[in-house]
């Protein structure tokens, strides 16, 4: 089971770099076309949109799989003890 979920976290990875990559090529594109050429592309913006909700929730699922997000173990051990001391 675990072989498994390796193989399907390394995927999640890949493509999230591939769809970062595509989120800075489309924000780049955006900016040349608009301010250098003066032709804005219309699919552009929305294309870094939908990049970047694909990015922040399979983000999220990585980075929970692989114990990664910011940790609030200090503010939980801080008031877990007086909590703690009360029922003991």
């Known amino acids: 089971m675990d072989r498994y979920i390796n193989y399907m976290n390394n995927g999640i990875k890949y ?4 769809v970062l990559v595509v989120l ?16 804005p592309l219309a699919w552009t913006e ?13 983000g999220a699922a990585f980075a929970m799989s692989s114990k990664a997000h910011i940790g609030m173990e200090f503010f939980v051990n801080l008031f877990a003890l007086p909590v703690r001391k009360c029922f003991i």
Not at 15 to 18: E, G, I, Y
Not at 46 to 58: D, G, H, K
Request: proline share 0%.
């Open 15 to 18: 493509f999230l770099n591939a």
């Open 24 to 39: 800075v090529i489309a924000v780049f594109l955006q900016v040349v076309f608009r301010f250098i050429l003066n032709q």
């Open 46 to 58: 929305e294309m870094a949109r939908y990049c970047l909700i694909w990015i922040t929730f399979l």
